[in-house]
């Protein structure tokens, strides 16, 4: 009985030596070793420039289509010259609502990028200015600029003389915002009742009303200038 077992137990030690030096032996470092998740090595998806049936001749990408706008970006229709200016201070209005919180965004947006030229106040006394770094920073309140929503909007996309783009520091959300804030030291420059102040007067924040009364907004500085 016992020299059996002993038999079985040197039967799988014996298997036991044997399988591991057979599989040592298959290990070969000139090659490389197994890939336990092949996925993170070997890409699933297509690699560009690599040959794949899935376009014509072998391609893997092809070219968008004319007119293809990419993702989270908006068309921008006016263009970079003082008759683009004049017509977004005329026609363009703001997709979003004046809301406390879009005021914030865009007062501490502003306070970053803008107030070193135009100042916390949009006096056009920022500390370059002061410092005579920049020259010819206007007032928000300049009756002869005409600042308006769209027309600030344009100015932050495209820049102005002397002045750069912030297109590509701040967001089309954020220009929005910013130029709402930029609205609001007009009309306190003014001694007017601020974005808020003024659309709430109606007694009613209804979105519509909102909507309006910034377009109304607009058409009250427009006619200021003239
Ligand atoms: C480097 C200094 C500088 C900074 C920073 C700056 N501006 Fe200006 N900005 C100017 C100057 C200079 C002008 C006058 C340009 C001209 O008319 O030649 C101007 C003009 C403007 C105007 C008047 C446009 C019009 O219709 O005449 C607006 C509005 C304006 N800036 C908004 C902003 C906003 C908003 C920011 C921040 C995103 C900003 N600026 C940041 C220097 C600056």
Redesign the pocket.
């Known amino acids: 009985m016992s020299k059996t077992t002993n038999m079985k137990t040197l039967k799988n030690i014996a298997i036991a030596i044997f399988a591991s030096v057979v599989m040592v032996s298959c290990f070969n470092d000139k090659k490389p070793n197994y890939q336990y998740f092949p996925n993170m090595y070997a890409p699933v998806g297509y690699e560009a420039y690599g040959n794949y049936e899935v376009f014509p001749n072998q391609q893997e990408a092809m070219i968008p289509p004319e007119n293809t706008v990419s993702r989270g970006y908006t068309p921008y229709d006016y263009e970079n010259n003082t008759a683009g ?1 004049e017509l977004a ?1 005329e026609q363009l209005k703001s997709p979003y609502k004046v809301t406390e919180e879009n005021l914030s965004v865009g007062e501490n ?2 306070t970053i ?2 107030a ?3 100042g916390d106040k949009g006096d056009g006394k ?1 500390i ?2 002061t410092r005579e ?6 007032s ?1 309140a300049d009756p002869g ?3 308006v929503l769209g ?2 909007y ?3 996309t495209y820049g ?5 783009s ?1 297109a590509s ?2 967001n089309e959300k954020e ?1 929005w915002q ?2 709402m804030h ?1 609205m609001d030291l007009k009309a306190a420059l003014n001694g007017e009742p601020g974005m808020l102040e003024s659309l709430n007067t109606g007694a009613s924040t209804d979105s519509t009303v909102v909507e309006s009364k910034m377009t109304g907004a607009n058409t009250v500085s427009e006619s200021e200038s003239k």
Request: charged fraction near 15%; aromatic fraction near 12%.
């Open positions: 200016l201070k947006l502003y990028y803008c070193v030229c135009h920022g370059l200015a770094k920049f020259l010819g920073i206007p928000y600029r005409n600042i027309g600030i344009h100015v932050e102005l003389n002397a002045m750069g912030y520091q701040v220009r910013i130029a930029v």
